[in-house]
Each structure stands twice: as C-alpha cells, then as structure tokens.
C-alpha cells in the first residue's frame, strides 16, 4: 500500500513534540510519508520552535534537513520555517510563565536549548537565531509539483498561519489536499486564553480583540483557521478538533500510570532499540508536560494526531459550518444540507491512550 502522504503544521510546544513521537513511528514502519514539518509563530518564535522540534526529533532518533552532521538516523524529516503572522497579530502570545516554563524545563530535562534565551535571567535576548531552515515556499512548491490529486493529509497542531497563506498564494495546492486536520477553536466548551491584564497572562490587548473566551491557537490567528474551513468549498475534507473534543482527554499524574500499563506487554515482547527509545521519550515529555505548567491539562494535540492518522478513538463529530471570531471560538454555526465540516465533538480518553501506545509499536488494532 502507498503511503499516505503528510504535512504538519506545528508550533514546537511540548504536545507537539510528543505527539510527533506517533508520526515518526508511522513514518518508521512505512504507515505515512511526512513530506514537509512546518513551524510557526506559536508558543515561541519560529526560529527558537525550529531548533527545538530538531533537538527532540534527535532524541528520537529522526535526523532532519537541519542538522550539522549524519546521525545515521533510520528516517528524516523536512523543517520549514512558517510564515510570519501579520503584525497586528503580534500582541497575541502565550503567557510568558508559559514559555518560561517550558524553555527552562527542556534544558533541565533533555539539554535542550536555544541560544537567544538567558536561562539565569529567564528572559530572552535580542541575538539573531538562524537554522538555514528552508522556507515554506519550498514546500508549497513542491506540493504542486506532486502529479496525484487529492492526496495529501494535513494535520495543524499549531495556529494555521501558513496554512492559510499558501491556500491564498498558491490555488493549486487545494487541489492536492485530501483532508485537513486542526486542533483548534471551542464551540459549547469555554475557551483557554486567559484573561485580559492578568498577571499570569501578561496580555494587553485592546479593542476589537477584547474578547478572550477563544482556545489559543484559533485566537494567535483566527483568521487563518476561518481562511481553512473556507477550502471545505474546494471539496476538501475540513475536521476541526476543538476542545470540546480534547476536554475529554485531561492530563494527570493517573495518565502517565495508565501509559505504562498499557506498554508493558509490549515493552517485553518488543526488543526493537527504535521503538523503545521513542516510546521513553513520549513518556517522559507527557510526564514532563504535568510539571512545567501550573494549570487544567489536557492531550490536546495527542487528540488531532490520533484522528488524523485514521485511530478509533470512538470520535463523534458534527457537521457545520462554523464562523469564527476574533477570539478564535466558533461563534456561530449553522445546520442545513450543504454544512459539510467536521466538528469534532468527544472521544473515549481510555482509547486514547491504548491507540497512542498502538501507534508507537505498530499494531494495526489502533484503527478498529
């Protein structure tokens, strides 16, 4: 069976990089063919999420387009730098306890670093970061490039930026897309931004963007998620994964046990160096998400990659055609005939679970 070929859109936080740990296993065995990972404006900048995606992914054994030597790696991903939001975006970022947090704990966990951050201090540094990362363009490029029609799965995990510009830039790429995946946006649930002038937060935004009940990457570039849906009229398949969907999948201490039982049977039958590698890291960066941030978790990102890659995690989903709002929340939707997005509703947190651990050791149960 042909591969089934993959683009990401991520924007390097920890549930990202963990959930990348189940594309490299698909990519391994021979499941999916990823053709290009994109970073963007996210949790940190592009740059630094760039150096932070290649550090992890060589924890995991994958080399990438970016590396200064051979690893002599099994398999290899393409990076891509995003592209910039627009600057009247700018003020919309995570809080910087957050990011803090985040930059800090992978240094002291996997001696991860970036150079523009002063780890005594905890603030960043004005020095230029440059990964001679090739960017989006390239990737866009040869997209279109590609012979076959309608064969392209894409899945965002981050705020969709350059997702919704290349749509814009090149029409032709909509006609090689299959299906797009974004874990992004509420519907009924409450947002997850924080609200505005809280000290946690650090945000100071003003009118018109004063409405902060949006999920963060739907509100870091709502109109970027709302320019995607838009491609479901260019017969593509649109799934939205809100956190209607994710708020059905907390992360807790009880997670990281229920994992690890899960494994056991097949940590004693796998002996493959590969896979337990990559399976330690995945549970290690879950573990590692519950310390660094003092607030309600969820595997968020976790959720989109199982549905993406086709897991039967007993999804329910509606079909409509949502409007988003500068928060990023969908404000309205409406249900008739011609509603054919997919809104991804709830899911069994317990499959979850199994099918990530089914994901990482190849076993094709993940999908009944």
């Known amino acids: 069976m042909t591969p089934q070929k993959i683009v990401l859109f991520i924007d390097a936080d920890k549930d990202d990089l963990y959930s990348l740990c189940l594309i490299a296993a698909q990519q391994y065995y021979g499941i999916i063919d990823v053709i290009g990972i994109v970073v963007e404006t996210g949790f940190v900048s592009i740059q630094d999420g760039l150096l932070f995606t290649q550090q992890f992914l060589n924890k995991i054994q994958v080399a990438t387009n970016i590396d200064n030597c051979n690893y002599g ?6 990076l891509y730098a995003g592209f910039p939001r627009p600057e009247y975006l700018d003020r919309r970022l995570f809080p910087k306890i957050w990011v803090n947090s ?4 992978m240094k002291e966990i996997y001696n991860i670093t970036i150079p523009n951050y002063d780890y005594i201090t905890n603030e960043f540094i004005d020095i230029p970061v440059n990964t001679n990362a090739p960017n989006v363009d390239i990737l866009f490029s040869e997209i279109m490039n590609l012979e076959n029609l309608n064969r392209i799965k894409i899945l965002a995990t981050g705020p969709p930026t350059s997702l919704a510009i ?3 830039k090149y029409p032709i790429i909509s006609s090689k897309i299959k299906s797009i995946y974004c874990m992004a946006s509420n519907y009924l649930t409450k947002g997850n931004v924080p609200e505005q002038d809280s ?11 004063l409405d902060f009940n ?8 709502p109109y970027a998620l709302q320019r995607v849906i838009l491609s479901v009229g260019n017969n593509i398949d649109i799934n939205i994964i809100p956190l209607d969907c994710t708020n059905y999948a907390p992360l807790t201490t009880d997670t990281i046990n229920e994992i690890k039982v899960i494994a056991q049977p097949y940590l004693y039958f796998n002996k493959n160096p590969w896979t337990i590698n990559l399976y330690n890291y995945f549970v290690s960066l879950v573990e590692t998400t519950i310390i660094t941030i003092n607030s309600t978790l969820y595997l968020w990102d976790l959720c989109a990659a199982n549905i993406a890659l086709g897991s039967d ?5 509606i079909l409509g055609s949502p409007i988003i709002s500068v928060s990023g929340k969908i404000n ?15 899911l069994k947190y317990i499959k979850l679970l199994i099918n990530s651990i089914r994901i990482i050791f190849n076993d094709s149960d993940y999908k009944t």
């Open 73 to 78: 790696f099994p398999i290899k991903f393409n």
């Open 214 to 221: 949006g999920e963060y990457n739907a509100f870091l570039n």
């Open 199 to 209: 000290l946690y937060a650090g945000l100071t935004l003003h009118t018109p963007y």
């Open 102 to 105: 985040f930059v800090n704990r």
């Open 166 to 168: 290349g749509l814009d």
């Open 313 to 317: 995690v007993e999804q329910f989903y």
């Open 332 to 346: 309205l939707n409406t249900f008739n005939s011609n509603d054919r997005v997919k809104i991804y509703m709830s």
